[in-house]
Each structure stands twice: as structure tokens, then as C-alpha cells.
């Protein structure tokens, strides 16, 4: 089970006890920020993006979606989702738990600018009903990111 093997992760660092598991869904921004009483942007989502053939993850605040233009001025190419089918078996996780953290050989993790005005965040654990609240310090210590990029733009309100 992908819980099992982030929490066996985060054992390296100490904090797999911090691993919050719901009786309720949390595999949504909207039923994380449900499920731990916290405003949707808090939410840490991970974003699974394929780029030049390869699994991306990037990590960004809940009210936020990529920005296509930056998105391309970045990594020279396109945003292109996963498809549903894809995720787990190039991530390592199932959609409505993707998270950082025990992520597949040859997935790069990013951390998203939008974090940061944050003192702590809420990103998944692997399942669909878990989450961790991290400092943003910790959570790019413990996703091992490969740096912080400003790709995403704030979501228009609904």
C-alpha cells in the first residue's frame, strides 16, 4: 500500500508518525481542506505532468493551476497531464494520494513559488484519506525536490 511505503519513507526522517489517516475521503483539494479544517489553499497538491516522456511532480497551493505560459518559459514544452491510468504506475501513487515523498525511480519532484507564502502546508501521504502538515522547509527537505519554479497562477474565484 502506497501509505505504508510513505510513511517507511518518512522514517528516515522522523516524522512518519505525523502522518495524519481520515475516516473520510481527502483525495480533493476541497476534501482535504475539508477533512483537516483548513482553508483549500493550505493544501499541498501534486500535480503529475509528463515531460519530455518523463513522470514530473509538481507540488503547489490548493487555489492554484499551472500557468501555461510560464509552465513553457520554464521547461520548454507544453503542460501535459498524466492521464488517470498512467499516474500510479509512473509515480508510485494513485490519484487522490499523490504526494512528494516515495515517489518512483526517475520522478522529479518541483516545489511550486505558491507554497511559500505559507508558514505550514498540507500535502497527501500515498492515500486517499491521509496528509502531513509540514513547514515548507520541511516539505522541500522531505520531497527531496529538485528546486523551487514559479509555474502556476492563482485560480479565478467560482
Not at 23 to 46: F, G, M, N
Not at 59 to 78: L, P
Request: aromatic share 6%.
Amino acid at each position: 500500500m502506497s501509505i505504508d511505503k510513505v510513511k517507511e519513507y518518512l522514517r528516515r526522517f522522523g516524522a512518519e508518525n505525523r502522518v495524519m489517516e481520515f475516516d473520510v475521503s481527502s483525495a480533493t483539494v476541497e476534501l482535504a481542506a475539508q477533512a483537516l479544517d483548513c482553508e483549500p489553499c493550505r493544501i499541498a497538491k501534486t500535480l503529475s505532468l509528463s515531460l519530455n516522456g518523463n513522470p514530473v511532480l509538481i507540488v503547489t497551493a490548493g487555489d492554484t493551476k499551472i500557468d501555461n505560459a510560464k509552465y513553457k518559459a520554464r521547461f520548454g514544452a507544453k503542460a501535459k497531464m498524466l492521464s488517470f491510468d498512467e499516474v500510479e504506475s509512473l509515480t508510485g501513487h494513485a490519484v487522490g494520494g499523490v504526494c512528494p515523498f516515495a515517489v518512483n525511480d526517475g520522478v522529479t519532484v518541483y516545489l511550486d513559488e505558491s507554497l511559500k507564502r505559507f508558514r505550514t502546508v498540507f500535502p497527501a501521504c500515498g492515500s486517499s484519506n491521509s496528509a502531513i502538515e509540514l513547514s515548507v522547509g520541511e516539505l522541500e527537505l522531505l520531497s527531496s525536490a529538485s528546486g523551487w519554479v514559479d509555474v502556476c497562477k492563482q485560480k479565478e474565484s467560482e
